[in-house]
């Protein structure tokens, strides 16, 4: 529905309801959120602005920076309205409003380990808590319970502070206010076990999700938690509070040898839910932005042959009427059939998926230009076609197949698996897809898992006897590659220090429901990511590269690339009543950016939004030092004349074609 029709449906009435649903439906309306460039920039800092928080009604915006100076912003007549000397040491890495405090009371969590609450009327510092043994990376408040909020430390704990009461520290780090510690789950030595973000369920008020320093978001029922002294030792215990870890089934796979081609330690650099409090948004450092769902856990790829089966795929669930054949009376591919034998099952079970007939018009023009950039190599429009198509006819088998080809070929971090995924999905929706078959088996060649793969390749054998060059072929490769890794440690996970039951937990984590690729995060732990809109319709996240990036979420593609600093974007802010974005990062400046009209031009808006993807994924595979060399001038060839990535990959008539291994990593 457009914002035309919005407006005369409204007309109908008077009810405050629809006033309020018309209001969240323009808030992120496609028609805004597509449509952002620059407005304006408050200046005022001398240092890194590290942390951005909007008041309750949107009127005011804090801002905390390196110069140890939080500042509160009057962000539509472009001035500060209170520049607070925090009294803190070190860089400022978190700022938030007291709710119900009139947005008198401040409070900021800083690298001196600090978090302090400042009365901005008297411009005084009201209290102060120590407690924390290393940086307060991030602070958490809630409506629910304005006079408590909680601090994250790389000290590994979650705190809970009350401002009514005063506080005096122990300097030994034994206060007790420790709501969550990691220590005796994650090992005691401080160096692994950092808390680096935490986020409030806005709708069940009693679970908290904390980021931790590894690619594990655990999710706790604050209900079963007790105010306690920070621990030192590992507890032969589980943690009964710890309701989910979530995790990309890629790097949760507990016998993986995942070929990372990064340098880049894996770590939760931001967490926040959704309005509604049924997704979680993950902002991954050295991998991309990953979206959870927090209600019906999704189970990540495992293969149980003993069991004869193997955990869910995404569900399906259609958002249009754009495929026009009613849908089977279960579009979950779990309950299609539980059995990963769908090449031997072929013919005793009917294709569940919409037939090539049937499809709209729009959704085979989307399929067909998928196809065109395919061919031409241009594999990141090739997936981002094959998304829109799926958005809108989500039982064609076919598009989930195509995806899975492209997503091989173009082998960003986690392509791989999600290509598997793709290919599992559409097997599931029709176990006669020879085509889907193969491209499962090449995944889990390239992935590692060879016993996986051999155990499918023999039942590919069974139903495709007349298949021998490719079962011959890719039985050589497997086994060239198996006995290649054989006695190598590959990528494994340091589990050393890990609890018996946390061990456990990291392998069996649930896995994504989406996620947002092309921007880059490797070089500071505190880049957020956030949802657009109240209906949050869109997804936004900072980069290295001084890009902010926004997806659709439906989709996973990118609509929008904003240049928001000369060299790297941390905050991204989404404005609480209105289409308004703040963005900040290593320049000392705060940048506004708002809706432009049609045919509007703008410097800023980054106009060939593939090519800077592309960057950032080479810049993901680069060694740091390759980096500060880069900086000093010397010649890199490696980092910025990587080879084509369809590069070496004959390409066939069509995706219905397999495509050969690309060149596509960096020659070391």
Not at 111 to 133: A, G, I, M, P
Not at 399 to 417: C, F, I, P, V
Not at 587 to 616: F, I, M, T, Y
Request: glycine share 6%; with cysteine; net charge neutral.
């Amino acid at each position: 529905m457009n914002i035309q029709e919005l407006i005369a449906h409204r007309q109908y009435t008077v009810d405050d309801w629809l006033d309020r649903r018309l209001f969240s439906r323009l808030h992120g309306h496609s028609s805004l959120v597509e449509r952002l460039g620059y407005l304006a920039q408050l200046e005022g800092h001398r240092g890194c602005v590290n942390c951005l928080e909007w008041n309750a009604t949107g009127s005011l915006l804090a801002s905390g920076s390196d110069d140890l100076s939080a500042i509160v912003w009057d962000p539509f007549q472009r001035k500060s309205v209170a520049v607070m000397p925090t009294g803190h040491t070190g860089n400022i890495f978190s700022v938030k409003f007291v709710p119900f405090s009139g947005d008198r009371l401040l409070l900021t969590g800083a690298e001196d380990r600090d978090v302090r609450l400042h009365d901005l009327n008297s411009f005084e510092t009201t209290q102060v808590w120590s407690c924390s043994q290393s940086r307060v990376k991030r602070i958490a408040t809630s409506p629910h319970m304005p006079y408590v909020c909680w601090s994250a430390a790389e000290d590994g704990c979650i705190r809970q502070l009350d401002i009514r009461e005063p506080h005096s520290c122990h300097g030994d780090g034994a206060c007790r206010n420790v709501l969550i510690d990691l220590k005796p789950t994650c090992g005691v030595s401080m160096g692994n076990t950092q808390c680096k973000c935490l986020a409030l369920n806005p709708v069940r008020h009693e679970q908290i999700a904390v980021g931790a320093l590894d690619a594990f978001v655990r999710l706790y029922d604050t209900r079963v938690l007790s105010l306690k002294r920070t621990c030192k030792e590992i507890s032969s215990q589980g943690d009964p509070s710890c309701l989910a870890h979530f995790a990309p089934g890629h790097i949760s796979n507990p016998h993986i040898r995942k070929s990372r081609k990064t340098f880049n330690t894996l770590a939760t650099t931001y967490v926040t839910f959704s309005p509604n409090g049924r997704e979680l948004l993950v902002n991954l450092s050295g991998e991309h932005a990953y979206l959870y769902d927090t209600v019906n856990f999704a189970e990540a790829l495992r293969y149980d042959f003993d069991k004869g089966d193997f955990s869910s795929v995404p569900k399906i669930q259609s958002r249009s009427n754009s495929c026009i054949r009613p849908q089977p009376t279960s579009t979950d591919p779990h309950l299609l059939s539980p059995n990963p034998f769908y090449s031997s099952l072929s013919l005793a079970f009917p294709c569940m998926s919409v037939e090539d007939s049937a499809v709209s018009e729009q959704v085979q023009e989307l399929k067909e230009r998928g196809n065109e950039m395919y061919k031409v190599g241009n594999l990141v429009a090739a997936v981002e076609l094959y998304s829109r198509a799926i958005v809108h006819c989500p039982t064609w088998h076919i598009l989930y197949s195509n995806r899975a080809t492209a997503l091989y070929a173009r082998k960003w971090e986690g392509d791989l698996y999600a290509a598997l995924r793709d290919a599992e999905t559409a097997l599931a929706l029709c176990p006669s897809n020879k085509k889907a078959s193969q491209r499962r088996l090449r995944c889990l060649h390239y992935l590692g898992w060879f016993e996986e793969a051999r155990r499918l390749l023999s039942d590919y054998r069974e139903s495709h006897p007349q298949d021998k060059d490719f079962c011959s072929k890719f039985h050589s490769e497997l086994e060239k590659a198996a006995a290649q890794a054989a006695g190598k440690n590959g990528f494994h996970m340091d589990r050393k220090q890990l609890s018996p039951w946390e061990a456990t937990r990291q392998q069996t984590a649930y896995d994504y429901k989406a996620r947002f690729c092309g921007h880059c995060n490797t070089h500071t732990d505190i880049k957020e990511a956030s949802f657009l809109g109240e209906g949050a319709e869109y997804i936004a996240a900072g980069s290295d590269d001084g890009n902010v990036y926004i997806w659709e979420k439906s989709s996973g593609n990118l609509v929008r690339v904003l240049h928001g600093d000369d060299s790297i974007v941390n905050c991204v802010q989404w404005h609480p009543t209105g289409p308004l974005l703040a963005t900040s990062g290593i320049e000392s400046v705060v940048r506004l950016w708002e809706p432009k009209p049609v045919g509007c031009q703008d410097e800023r808006v980054v106009k060939d939004a593939h090519k800077v993807c592309k960057e950032n994924q080479q810049r993901m595979k680069v060694d740091p030092f390759e980096i500060m060399l880069m900086r000093m001038g010397f010649h890199v060839a490696a980092a910025n004349e990587g080879p084509n990535e369809n590069q070496g990959a004959p390409i066939d008539n069509g995706p219905h074609g397999w495509i050969e291994d690309p060149t596509g990593c960096r020659q070391s």
